[in-house]
Antibody, heavy 123, light 105 residues
Framework: EVQVLESGGGWVQPGGSLRLSCAASGFNFSSCAMNWVRQTPGQGLEWVAAVSGSGNSAYYADSVKGLFTISRDNFKNTLSLHLNRLRSEDTAVYYC????????????????WGQGTLVTVSS | SYELTQPPSVSVSPGQTASITCSGDKFGDKYIYWYQQKPGQSPVLVIYQDTKRPSGIPERFSGSNPGNIATLTISGTQATDEAHYYCQAWDSGVVFGGGTKLTVL
């Protein structure tokens, strides 16, 4: 059974940093791109970042480019998202999402979502 | 930036057919995906590549994309189908619609 489990959320002051992790199991981790998608409280979904199966290619939404860094460890089957210079508008539930493709692109299929981890940015 | 437009809410009576629409530019060039999100839960993919159903998704869920507007159809709607539904497409990146709250009255 495919499982992705996020951790690392919490409260942080504006300008602070946080590291989210996602532990994956039940599938060939290195064969799948991985994504982070966020959802602000009571609002819709926003794709944040993706990384290819090899980890060699990373992709970011314009709203987080230069602020967030996505990475993966294919030996430990883990995905990470480093959030830097956090702003109040980054407050959201962050979901780790398995892609149905090897690389992020037009064939991306967000097939399996974790339960999410809440990041709250507030003074 | 590319936008997908969904109605904020749709209501349906139990056992009837619910239709949720999603519109955007150049739909004929794009695959549409649909996600169901129940309160307090994570999104679940219910339709991919316009019309395909992942394993485990009931047959009452179907999708269409004739090129100008995409539609998620739920036949014989059940109370358990009450949820938010989001469409998604690719346009230089993953783009989501604003979501539709389906109420089963």
């Amino acid at each position: 059974e495919v499982q992705v489990l996020e951790s690392g959320g919490g409260w942080v002051q504006p300008g602070g940093s946080l590291r989210l992790s996602c532990a994956a199991s039940g599938f060939n981790f290195s064969s799948c791109a991985m994504n982070w998608v966020r959802q602000t409280p009571g609002q819709g979904l926003e794709w944040v970042a993706a990384v290819s199966g090899s980890g060699n290619s990373a992709y970011y939404a314009d709203s987080v480019k230069g602020l967030f860094t996505i990475s993966r460890d294919n030996f430990k089957n883990t995905l990470s998202l480093h959030l830097n210079r956090l702003r109040s508008e980054d407050t959201a539930v962050y979901y780790c999402v398995k892609d149905g493709s090897y690389d992020y692109g037009a064939n991306s299929l967000l097939g399996h979502w974790g339960q999410g981890t809440l990041v709250t940015v507030s003074s | 930036s590319y936008e997908l437009t969904q109605p904020p809410s749709v209501s349906v009576s139990p056992g009837q057919t619910a239709s949720i629409t999603c519109s955007g530019d150049k739909f004929g060039d794009k695959y549409i995906y649909w996600y169901q999100q129940k309160p307090g839960q994570s999104p679940v993919l219910v339709i991919y590549q316009d019309t395909k159903r992942p394993s485990g998704i009931p047959e009452r869920f179907s999708g269409s994309n004739p090129g100008n507007i995409a539609t998620l159809t739920i036949s014989g709607t059940q109370a358990t189908d009450e949820a938010h539904y989001y469409c998604q497409a690719w346009d230089s990146g993953v783009v989501f619609g604003g979501g539709t709250k389906l109420t089963v009255l």
